[in-house]
């Protein structure tokens, strides 16, 4: 969305043929294309969605997340928006809502054991680095303390190919002199 800056199409035509209010203009140029820039960038950061790195950690700040070394931006974008949209009051749809949002397009399943007992069963297949401490933080917080929680995360690993093992035994002595 960054316009295209062109100060010297503002002239009238006839003072467009003077050379020092165009060299002037011209100088200005880039002035008003880094304006342009600065505020795009104002407009992505107010958005989670579009925010940058700069952006994002202006939430985290916010919400006191202190994003991991091997956190991507990716994974960071969706723990500050896992937390910054919390509904009250904490239900089963509303939780279930909130595992959706944190797995995106990954599959999960949460089932109610409340005939045996009173708990709920959650399998998620979470891959990115965080999300599985993400989805840790949200049960500790949604979940009452009467409902037992039982979550597990599998993930996939299809491979194909030969996995070579080996080992090595080593025997040592220690002796020691003295007088």
């Not at 005939?115 to 990115?128: C, D, F, V």
């Not at 500790?140 to 090595?168: K, Q, W, Y």
Request: charged share 25%; aromatic share 8%.
């Amino acid at each position: 969305m960054i316009r295209e800056v062109d100060l010297i199409s503002y002239l009238p035509p006839f003072m467009q043929n003077y050379r020092e209010p165009v060299a002037a203009l011209e100088a200005e140029n880039p002035e008003f294309q880094s304006l342009w820039q600065g505020a795009e960038r104002a407009l992505n950061n107010h958005f989670i969605s579009t925010a940058d790195e700069y952006g994002l950690s202006r939430y985290e700040k916010l919400l006191g997340i202190r994003p991991a070394e091997d956190d991507t931006l990716e994974s960071r974008r969706i723990r500050v928006q896992t937390r910054w949209v919390s509904k009250l009051p904490y239900t089963l749809r509303a939780l279930t809502e909130k595992i959706e949002g944190l797995c995106g397009g990954a599959d999960f399943s949460v089932e109610n054991n409340f005939g045996q007992g009173y708990g709920i069963t959650i399998r998620t297949s979470l891959e990115m680095p965080g999300q599985v401490n993400e989805l840790e933080h949200l049960l500790e917080e949604m979940a009452p303390c009467n409902i037992e929680v039982s979550a597990t995360n599998h993930i996939r690993c299809d491979t194909e190919g030969l996995i070579f093992a080996g080992g090595c035994i080593a025997y040592t002595d220690i002796i020691e002199i003295e007088n």
